[in-house]
C-alpha cells in the first residue's frame, strides 16, 4: 500500500531543508538577542561599579596615607618625650642612689668607730652644692716632694683654691689612707701636713701598692659621698695637669650618661711572675699573649657621677685585679657605658692636658722625665712653663 492510498502528505527535500535553513537562521538571531546584549550591559555596569570602587579605594588609600603620616610624626613626639622623661627619672634616681650611698658611708663611718671626714659633716649640715668636678690626686706617705710640686704649680691653695670650688665648681684634694699602724709616724705626718694645706682627703684604708685598686674604690665611694658632682676624676701625684682644659673636656660629655674617659689602651696581659704588672689572674683572660679589654691608663680618668655612684653601691662585690686601671675598666664591662678616648689624656702627647713627673731624683723637685714639655730641674720651672701653657 503505497502513501497517497493512506491519505498522507509528502514534503519535498526543498522545502525542508529550506525551512531548516530558517530555524537555524532564526536560532541565531535569536541566541544574540538573549545573550548578547545582556552581556554587554552587564560588562558596563560591572566595569562602572569597580571604577567607582576603586575610586573610594583610592580616596581611603590616601586619607589613611595622611593618617599614617599624622600618626608617625605623634609616635615620634610621643618617643622624643618618653625618652626625655626616661632621663629624667634615670637622674632622680642616681640623686637617691648618690643620698643613698652618702647616709651608708657615714654610718659605715660612726659604727666603725672611725672618725668622719670634716668634709662629711659639712655636706651632712648643709644643702649640697652642685660642683663639675671633683679631682682626687692619689699620693703616698712617700710622696711629700711630689705634692709640694702639685702645690707649686697647678693645685690653687688657700682662698684660690676655695675662690675655684665656688666659682668653677672645682674640688681639688690629695687622696691617702692610713698607715697599718693607726697613728703612727705616717699618719701624724699627714695630719701635720693637712692642717698647713687643708688639702687632704683621708680615707678608711690601709696604704699599699698592692691595694691600688681597694683605693680606688674607696675613693669613688667617699666622694661621692662628700660632693655631689658631674665627674669624679683620679690622678696620679706625678702627673701635672692643665686643669682649665680637663674642665673643658669634661663639659662636653656633661648632658651625657655612664661616661667614662681617659686615653684608653689594651696592654698584654703579662704571667711571668717577678716582672712589673703582673697579673696573677692572667689565665682569666685567655691564652698567653692575649690583652686586656680596653680601658684607660691609671695616670688619669675621670667618670660621670653615675658611674661612680655604682661602684659606691656596689664596692663589696665588685672584684680587683692587680692592677688598678684594669680593675676600673673590669667594672664597666656588662654596663651601657660610653668609652671616650681623648688622646690628649696621654703623657708624651703635646700639647695635651697632662705634663707628667715621672721620677724624683733628689734634690728639691728635680724630675727624670717630663712629658709633653721640656725636661726641667726645679718646680719652678715647671710652674713658669704650665703658666706659659694655660695663658
Not at 531543508?17 to 530555524?23: E, N, T
Not at 696620679?236 to 695637669?241: E, S
Not at 651601657?336 to 702627647?349: A, F
Not at 724624683?360 to 712629658?371: E, H, Q, S
Request: aromatic content about 8%; some cysteine; overall charge positive.
Amino acid at each position: 500500500m503505497t502513501l497517497k492510498s493512506r491519505g498522507a502528505s509528502f514534503v519535498s527535500q526543498k522545502w525542508t531543508l529550506f525551512i531548516c535553513l530558517c530555524c537555524f537562521c532564526a536560532g541565531m538571531l535569536f541566541t544574540d538577542r538573549m545573550w548578547k546584549v545582556p552581556e554587554s550591559k552587564g560588562i558596563t555596569r560591572t566595569t562602572a561599579m569597580d571604577a567607582e570602587k576603586l575610586k573610594l579605594v583610592s580616596e581611603g588609600c590616601g586619607f589613611r596615607t595622611k593618617e599614617v603620616r599624622r600618626d608617625s610624626k605623634d609616635i615620634i613626639g610621643e618617643v622624643y618625650k618618653t625618652h626625655n622623661a626616661i632621663q629624667t627619672l634615670d637622674k632622680t634616681i642616681s640623686n637617691l642612689e648618690m643620698e643613698l650611698a652618702a647616709a651608708r658611708a657615714a654610718q659605715e663611718s660612726m659604727l666603725s668607730g672611725s672618725p668622719v671626714s670634716e668634709d662629711l659633716k659639712e655636706t651632712g649640715s648643709s644643702a649640697k652644692i652642685r660642683y663639675l668636678m671633683v679631682v682626687g690626686v692619689n699620693t703616698a706617705f712617700s710622696s711629700r716632694k711630689r705634692r709640694d710640686s702639685v702645690r707649686a704649680t697647678w693645685m690653687p691653695q688657700g682662698e684660690k683654691r676655695k675662690k675655684l670650688e665656688e666659682e668653677k665648681g672645682i674640688i681639688v684634694r690629695f687622696v691617702i689612707g692610713h698607715s697599718s699602724t693607726s697613728g703612727g709616724i705616717l699618719d701624724r705626718a699627714i695630719e701635720a701636713e693637712d692642717r698647713k694645706h687643708g688639702d687632704f682627703l683621708r680615707l678608711d684604708h690601709v696604704e699599699g701598692y698592692l691595694e691600688l685598686s681597694a683605693k680606688t674604690k674607696i675613693y669613688f665611694a667617699t666622694a661621692v659621698a662628700l660632693w655631689d658632682a658631674d665627674f669624679y676624676v683620679k690622678v696620679d701625684d706625678d702627673v701635672h695637669v692643665n686643669i682649665a682644659t680637663l674642665g673643658e673636656t669634661l663639659v662636653r660629655h656633661q648632658k651625657k650618661p655612664r661616661v667614662y674617659v681617659g686615653c684608653m689602651k689594651s696592654g698584654p696581659v703579662l704571667s711571668q711572675k717577678g716582672v712589673r704588672y703582673h697579673e696573677p689572674e692572667y689565665w682569666k683572660f685567655g691564652e698567653a699573649g692575649n690583652k686586656y679589654f680596653r680601658h684607660a691608663t691609671g695616670q688619669l680618668y675621670a667618670i660621670s657621677k653615675d658611674l661612680a655612684t655604682y661602684i659606691s653601691i656596689n664596692r663589696h662585690v665588685l672584684h680587683k685585679y692587680a692592677n688598678e686601671d684594669v680593675s676600673l675598666g673590669s667594672w664597666f664591662i656588662g654596663l651601657d657605658v660610653e668609652h671616650i678616648d681623648d688622646r690628649r689624656l696621654c703623657c708624651g702627647t703635646p700639647p695635651g692636658l697632662l705634663i707628667g713627673l715621672k721620677r724624683f731624683i733628689g734634690g728639691a723637685g728635680k724630675v727624670r722625665k717630663l712629658y709633653g714639655v721640656q725636661h726641667s730641674e726645679t718646680t719652678q720651672e715647671i710652674s713658669s712653663q704650665l703658666r706659659r701653657r694655660t695663658s
